[in-house]
């Protein structure tokens, strides 16, 4: 315990020490720190010869040599070599002051790893052609891979089951529609039947109370 209170206020000490010397020799974001003073950068495409002797001021930058580059702001004191594509690449951008090569892989070859450090794969082809996407220099072709018989396109292996799919619904459809109509017909027959035993029913009841009638009359 009494170790850790001498710590503190120690650590405290070292914060306070190490936030003003950041202060005095705080830079702008385009300056780089050389001695005591603050320098500004060189601009991409040249590199740092010598620092600046007052504050705030330009430092001395050399351009880049051929086959070299700087893309950024900086204080490198040599520029960086341009990659050199390897011959199973071809060049697509050149080789500037500022920016490096970009090489990739030749027509009819790819390679999707991040810095493609083996060589470039040739593209697959696709059985029947089905191809989804070409092959480009950074990724392989994608095939159709539904499984289906030789001769049929992905399309139709699709359409397939779902044209089955649409003639079991009208089936379906046209079966419900029948029993439907059967239901209204066998109802239809049912009420018709009634209303004709109905209308028999009333004379037989005027028979009935005819008699019953005679009967008193008696
Ligand atoms: C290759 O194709 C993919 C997907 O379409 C794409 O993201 C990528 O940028 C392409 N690569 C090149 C070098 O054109």
Known sequence: MTRLRLLLPLGLLLRVAVCSVNTITQCEM????????????????????????????????????????????NKEPRCFPCTECRDDQEEVAKCSRTADRVCQCKQGTYCDSENCLERCHTCSSCPDGRVIRKCNATMDTVCDTFDSKPGQSGSQCFSTPLGIVVIIAAFIIIIGAFIIIIIIIIGAVIIFIRKIRDRRAPNNVNATTSEENIQLCK
């Open 30 to 73: 385009d300056e780089f720190k050389h001695e005591n003073l603050c320098c500004q950068q060189c601009s991409p495409g040249t590199y740092l010869l010598n620092p600046c002797q007052e504050n705030h001021n330009k430092s001395e930058c050399a351009p880049c040599d051929s086959e070299h580059f700087i893309s950024q702001k």
